[in-house]
């Protein structure tokens, strides 16, 4: 007699599904036919995937919202200039160009060894540096590298106004 490659599987969410399980050697269809048991069946688990994926872009454009807000009210209380860019680039960069220095300035001043002074410098230099395309690039960047990366920085990446205007 022959095993059986058809299975009929009663899946964890109720739903009943035909399963073609010739493709698995004879000794393993029942064991995986048990196994698809305890899991939903196709198409839930696509509606759920779905779900959640709607879900997780809700979440993501919320906190792209908060940190967008948070590095506007930054911009402003620190005098940054606007940055230049697509209007995709803009707000991206924005997010980037906060946190990159938000990140340099706990290094090198809150846990590191600089002084107040000392970061007045790295912030005049980085009120020069106005292409948003830059800052996207340098989203990865360690904070204690933005001094260098400010130095390596070139005409191409600094405002064409004079950004203390």
């Not at 792209?64 to 911009?75: D, F, I, L, S």
């Not at 220095?101 to 970061?119: I, K, L």
């Not at 800052?135 to 950004?163: H, K, V």
Request: charged share 30%; glycine share 4%.
């Amino acid at each position: 007699m022959a095993i059986r490659r058809h299975w009929t599987v009663t899946h964890s969410c109720g739903h009943e599904a035909q399963h073609d399980l010739s493709n698995r050697p004879a000794d393993r269809r029942a064991g995986f036919a048990r196994w698809l048991a305890e899991r939903t069946c196709s198409d839930c688990w696509k509606a759920a995937r779905d779900a959640d994926s709607a879900g997780k872009e809700e979440w993501l454009a919320a906190k792209r919202a908060e940190e967008q807000q948070t590095a506007a009210q930054w911009a402003e209380q620190f005098e940054m200039p606007p940055l230049e860019g697509t209007e995709r680039a803009l707000s991206w960069g924005e997010r980037s160009r906060h946190q990159l220095v938000t990140r340099a300035y706990t290094a090198r001043v809150t846990e590191g060894t600089w002084s107040e002074t000392d970061w007045a410098v790295t912030e005049e230099k980085i009120r020069t540096v106005t292409r948003a395309s830059w800052w996207i690039d340098q989203r990865d960047a360690d904070g204690t590298d933005l001094p260098e990366l400010l130095d390596a920085a070139t005409e191409a990446d600094r405002g064409t106004e004079n950004p203390y205007r």
